[in-house]
């Protein structure tokens, strides 16, 4: 009885840490709401789940992608449109070589180092955002999560007490300060923050804004969504320098 009590007032303390340390929901400045579509679009953790649905799917809609990868073989796409970079994101050299010359980079950097804190997202993402204010590239979004900031509690509680606390906080603290890179860089953002991924089909209906998710119920989206989503944030205006959280 004790431990469940100290566990479930732990849960809290870092809901709390979390929520005061994060950022907040803000509305896009009303006289920036069209952006002209960037054409050649940097797609970081290309190889992951929603990393390749977003090379998939803006090689679709015409971009020209250049796909930043770890390892070549791990990405078995081909297309004219499709250029592939090979690097390390805590690398800035190879940042760098493949910001440069872009419209936009997207980033859906991810890993699996859950049990001990690490830094890969933050500094990984204070890298991309160094080499894209050097050379002038003006928009970034990128994928974190429901669950940061005034988003605590939205996963629901499955999430909020068991896997957030349990398995995830260290990299929640490192998706915290990720949040933080971003919102105080010179780039124009979009924090995109989905609910607990699928690899399931595109729907092409989900919710999205500040407002969304459940404090019970753990919310789903398919990376496929997420990506038509992040997709949409290249020419879109409405979440410039906020966060919107987005599931089914
Ligand atoms: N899973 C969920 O339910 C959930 C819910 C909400 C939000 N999210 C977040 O959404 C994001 C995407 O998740 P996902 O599951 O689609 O991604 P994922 O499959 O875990 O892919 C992560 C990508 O990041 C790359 N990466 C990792 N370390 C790197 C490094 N040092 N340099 C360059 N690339 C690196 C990986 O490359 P390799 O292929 O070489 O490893 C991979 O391409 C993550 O930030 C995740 O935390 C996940």
């Known amino acids: 009885m004790k431990l469940i009590l100290l566990w479930v007032l732990y849960s809290i303390a870092l809901s709390v840490g979390l929520v005061r340390s994060g950022l907040r929901f803000r509305t896009a400045p009303s006289s920036r709401r069209s952006a002209s579509r960037p054409t050649r679009v940097l797609i970081i953790g290309a190889t992951g789940g929603t990393g390749r649905q977003l090379v998939t799917q803006a090689l679709a809609r015409g971009h020209a992608v250049t796909a930043f990868v770890r390892n070549r073989s791990k990405l078995a ?127 092409n209906a989900y919710q999205h804004g500040p407002m969304i998710g459940s404090f019970i119920w753990t919310v789903r989206i398919s990376r496929a969504d997420v990506a038509d989503f992040m997709l949409n944030q290249l020419s879109e205006n409405t979440y410039l320098q906020s966060t919107p959280g987005v599931c089914w």
């Open 77 to 203: 796409i081909e297309h004219l449109q499709l250029r592939i970079i090979q690097g390390d994101v805590l690398d800035y050299s190879s940042v760098e070589a493949a910001v440069r010359g872009q419209e936009a980079v997207i980033s859906a950097l991810g890993h699996k180092q859950y049990f001990w804190p690490t830094r890969i997202l933050s500094e990984g993402t204070r890298n991309i955002l160094r080499a894209m204010e050097s050379h002038g590239v003006p928009r970034f979004v990128c994928e974190t999560s429901l669950g940061l900031g005034d988003t605590v509690g939205r996963m629901g509680l499955y999430y909020s007490f068991f896997v957030i606390p349990f398995i995830l906080p260290f990299y929640f603290w490192d998706k915290t300060r990720q949040e933080r890179l971003i919102a105080m860089s010179k780039v124009d953002w979009v924090i995109v923050r989905p609910g607990a991924l699928t690899n399931g089909e595109k729907r």
